[in-house]
């Protein structure tokens, strides 16, 4: 399923007027494709994620998730299309500490009903696809902090999303273990044909997207 974006803008309260988080940006990620988002401090990269997540609803303008417009959705509807299509891959990883990496991935099968025995086959070769199989068992203080990020980026794959949203997921690495990382993003997203949004500070991993987006105060800077 591709992901877009249509003239989204969003706004927050900010004193006695509002501050524009988006500015009109409109985005087009086919499916099988990786876009990566640059821009400084403030220019909007989260709140595009969160928009795009479906977690916000913007001012104006239009999320398409696979073609479906998600404006008209009631929140049960949108919380059901989150579970089923999108995985959000946080900048912190907030793995829940008494529970060894498989089970981590086990929860979210749970959340959406799969069986306990093929979510935990499922998990068990998410966790080798990104390269940790054999610490399928640790717990998160067992784990370095790129062997966590990499949980959680297994995780949000537990769900076989169409839309993957990344926010800074190399920002606690070394050079090398985070271009690991975007490659590996970049390799599930052509396997399963997903539409991934990456947010990242660090353009030396550009090599691997398909697409850069530079975001300026909440507008998409020509490029
Ligand atoms: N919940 C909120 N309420 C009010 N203002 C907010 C809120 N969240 C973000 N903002 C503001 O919106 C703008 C965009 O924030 P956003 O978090 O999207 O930036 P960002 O590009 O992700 O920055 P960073 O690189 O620091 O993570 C900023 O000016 C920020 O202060
Ligand atoms: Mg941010």
Redesign the pocket.
């Given at each position: 399923m591709s992901l877009s974006l249509n003239e989204v803008t969003l706004t927050?309260?900010?004193g006695a007027g509002r501050?524009t988080?988006?500015d009109a940006v409109t985005l087009e990620v086919p499916a099988g494709s990786l876009t990566a988002v640059v821009?400084?401090?403030?220019?909007?990269?989260?709140?595009?994620l969160?928009v795009a997540a479906t977690l916000v609803r913007p001012d104006s303008g239009e999320v398409s998730i696979g073609g479906t417009t998600t404006a008209g959705l009631s929140r049960a509807a949108l919380s059901a299309l989150r579970r089923r299509a999108v995985g959000i891959v946080f900048?912190q990883p907030n793995l829940l500490p008494a529970l060894t990496a498989v089970e981590q991935l086990q929860v979210m099968a749970h959340l959406d009903g799969q069986l306990t025995r093929a979510a935990r086959a499922k998990a068990l070769l998410l966790l080798e696809s990104v390269g940790i199989g054999e610490l399928a068992h640790r717990r998160p203080h067992q784990l370095s902090g790129g062997q966590r990020q990499r949980v959680n980026i297994a995780r949000a794959l537990m769900v076989s999303p169409s839309v993957l949203l990344v926010?800074?997921p190399t920002s606690a690495l070394d050079h090398e273990r985070g271009a690991a990382i975007v490659e590996l993003l970049a390799a599930h997203t052509r396997a399963e044909g997903i539409a991934t949004v990456l947010?990242t500070?660090d353009t030396s991993h550009l090599a691997s997207t398909d697409a850069l987006v530079t975001?300026a105060d909440?507008a998409v800077r020509s490029q």
């Open positions: 927050y309260p900010d501050l988080a988006l821009g400084p401090s403030g220019s909007g990269k989260s709140s595009l969160a900048q926010d800074e947010v500070h975001l909440g």
